[in-house]
């Protein structure tokens, strides 16, 4: 029976959620929606991102990388809309926000919780969706709980800040001035966000690796294929949003 607590976890591409909110994935009730997953049409000339990552064919490699998400949604066992989008990559005009606003509305319209990408790095798509979902939910009649999550791996630039890890700050980097710095010059206001820390329990991690590992196309290049142990420890470890005070 699916919870009626319903909760919509918002992902800009096929793997964000997965990464930044598994958490809040593995919980029943929960249906992922990606925004931009819109199939370039034929003879689409690869991107610079498509040839970093060895793709010979744009349009073939948004088809594997739909299957290595219907892979990792398998693995974590969420429910899944997908909107259709172009992404940054893919599209030659910058997204309609009022459309894209009116679709995620109709999607989440009855949610009692809503995840939002917080757009830590600035990547355009993360943005367009963060400011559509957040325009979405101002006109609901009544307004969910919502929750921006921190962009792995952009978040993780630095690693995570001491109240995520419980750890010792070092004496010459300072991560939570980081992060509050970027929050707040990617558009938000700090002080309305409440910080939660989701410590991943070894079986939610091995979950989590398990789904990760699914989007096999990209993971090199997001330096989460292991190249880089710290990054990969961290993105198992925990998970961080923010609840948004109206």
Known sequence: MTSPSK???????????VLSASARLMRRGTTLVTVFTGMPPDGFPPTYWDRLTRAESSRQRQVERLAEDDEARGVLGCDTVRL????????SAPVDAERLAAR??????????VWIPAGIGGHDDHLAARDAALAAVRALPERPEVHLYADIPYALWHGWPCWVTGGEPGPYLDVDAWLDEELG???????????????????ASALKEKAV??????????????SNP???????SHEVSWLLQP
């Open 185 to 203: 010059f990617r558009g938000l206001d700090p002080d309305r966000m409440v910080r939660e820390v989701h410590a991943l329990p070894p079986q």
């Open 104 to 113: 995620i509305g109709e999607v989440v319209g009855h949610a009692a919780e």
């Open 7 to 17: 909760a919509f976890v918002l992902s800009a591409h096929l793997d964000d959620a």
């Open 84 to 91: 259709g989008e172009l992404e940054e990559q893919y599209r």
């Open 213 to 226: 590992a699914a989007y096999r196309s990209q993971l090199p290049a997001l330096s989460l294929d292991g």
């Open 230 to 236: 710290l990054r990969l420890r961290n993105t198992l």
